[in-house]
């Protein structure tokens, strides 16, 4: 019964993370000066798995979700990218939590500033052009306010899900 | 410690790494808004490789393909002292909705099809210019 409940609930938040990153492309982007910039609507269900059910959890929901965007939506170059900001988010956001030295909200501004950090990363070795890196300043700074909006959500999320959960 | 006591260090240590941040990145755009320099040239390289070099104040355009049946490209244009993506066939149009660029540094991006413009104001790299 309680792995029913589990697997219902994963699927779910699998559902939940891949709507909400078609919902995210959907949406006109805010500055087009910047690609890139974004609110990171999926990051919302991996902080809260992340707390919910802990790291492993966290990283299936997140591969799944991944998995199921490129295959539905996707292209290989931008699922490159995907990977590599999502896995860094996640292996820094995993270590942040350990450390509990910052509440969500912290826990989620790294993982958005770490993910753009992942996609620049990347994006400098493929086109081996360093001043691609100056679009990180930019990034950093609404990576940190789109984070502190996803983290707040997420507290509140748990909250009220790990009681549901719990039940 | 009680529970109440570390929320509370908590939300101080969140709004001191927000407020680094912040501060990092509004210091690191201030400081390359301020010593921006005017750009000579751009570059045009696909895939890491350089296929092309143009001064920046011959208006012209060009059309780079990304693929063997000319069906992917980009068509790069070169006004006033500035670089755009005028159309491009990419699904995103990430690269064609840039605004032109003209500082030394400033990149336009195609990820889909793996294209790079770069200015640079030096005016040495001119010798190779196409």
Known sequence: MKNTKKITFFALFCTLAMMLSYLEALLPPLFTAVPGIKMGLPNLVIVSVLYLYGVKAAASVSLLRLVLSFLLFGNAVTAAYSLAGAALSLLVMALVKKLSVFSTVGVSITGAVTHNLGQIVVAVFLFDSLSIGYYMLVLTLTGTLAGCVIGIAAALLHKRLAKLLRS | ?130
Not at chain 2, 70 to 82: E, P, S
Not at chain 2, 107 to 116: D, E, S, Y
């Open chain 2, 1 to 130: 410690m009680t529970a109440s006591d570390t929320k509370k260090r908590l939300w101080r240590n969140d709004l001191v790494l927000i407020f680094v941040l912040l501060f990092v990145a509004a210091l690191g755009i201030l400081l390359a808004f301020l010593f921006r320099q005017e750009g000579a040239y751009c570059t045009l390289t696909q895939n890491g490789k350089e296929i092309g070099r143009y001064s920046l104040s011959v208006d012209r355009e060009i059309t780079v393909y990304a693929d063997a049946q000319k069906t992917a490209y980009n068509t790069v244009r070169i006004k006033d002292g500035g670089v755009s993506v005028l159309a491009a066939s990419c699904p995103d149009k990430i690269c064609q909705n840039s605004r032109a660029i003209r500082y030394h540094g400033e990149t336009v991006v195609c990820l889909p099809h793996g294209l790079v413009i770069t200015v640079y104001s030096d005016e040495d790299g001119l010798d190779i210019v196409v």
